[in-house]
């Protein structure tokens, strides 16, 4: 089956500091992946869609210059966090999806983030 | 926009049933359903895509009236590892995937 790894799992950092969360799909070629946000008991919040050699696409609210998104190939995306604060901390998941209107998503594990 | 889900939450025992309902003012062409437990991420359960159709993975099963756009997950005989937060995502036309709110679900032995 589709599997998507992302790292790393868990990250503890001072404020101000910038961290990158990798997403990839091992063993399937993913033209788009999507960052979720999720806070505690809450939903999953879209943030934005990557798209493999295009910009990604932002949900309304979502600081571009704050959440770099690249999506540099199409088993690889990655999540910059630039000079991180204590309300960005949250856990942050990753999915990858097949071409296609009627497939699912497959999710990484995620990543907690906590900035200090 | 945002599915709605009922109820919210669901305390079981083990070997009870139960619904969860995931409902949209939108049109659809697909309704996703995942478990995630606490922790941990989102697991893919099943996608229903056409009106009326239903769809089985083992005691858990859902249906999904497009005219109405409505999809119900059924849980019969729950287990423990049941338990989890389950959300419906839709997806429509002119509307990108959205995840519903999620339905906290309990089963205690």
């Known amino acids: 089956g589709a599997v998507v790894s992302q790292h790393p799992s868990r990250v503890i950092c001072k404020s101000g500091t910038s961290v990158k969360i990798e997403c990839r799909s091992l063993?399937?070629?993913?033209?788009?992946m999507f960052w979720y946000r999720q806070f505690p008991k809450q939903s999953l919040m879209l943030m934005a869609t990557?798209?493999?050699?295009?910009?990604?696409?932002?949900e309304q609210g979502v600081e571009k210059d704050k959440f770099l998104i690249n999506h540099a190939s199409l088993t690889l995306s990655t999540l910059t966090v630039t000079s991180a604060h204590p309300e960005d901390s949250s856990f942050y998941i990753c999915?990858?999806?097949?071409?296609?209107?009627?497939?699912?998503?497959?999710f990484g594990d995620g990543t907690r983030l906590s900035i200090l | 926009q945002q599915p709605v889900q009922s109820p919210q939450a669901v305390i079981l025992r083990e070997g009870e049933d139960a619904v969860i309902n995931c409902s949209s003012s939108k049109a659809l062409y697909s309704v996703h359903w995942y478990r995630q437990k606490h922790g941990e991420a989102p697991v893919f359960l099943m996608i229903l895509l056409k009106g009326g159709e239903q769809k089985g993975h083992e005691k858990i099963s859902a249906s999904f009236n497009e005219k109405k756009q409505q999809s119900s997950l059924y849980l019969t005989a729950s287990q423990l590892s049941y338990s989890g937060t389950y959300f419906c995502?839709?997806?429509?036309?002119?509307?990108?995937?959205?995840f519903g709110p999620g339905t906290r679900l309990s089963v205690l032995p």
């Open positions: 999915s990858a999806r097949l071409q296609g209107r009627y497939q699912p998503q497959h």
């Open positions: 063993d399937f070629q993913a033209t788009t």
């Open positions: 995502g839709t997806e429509g036309y002119g509307q990108n995937f959205v």
């Open positions: 990557s798209n493999e050699g295009s910009k990604a696409t932002y």
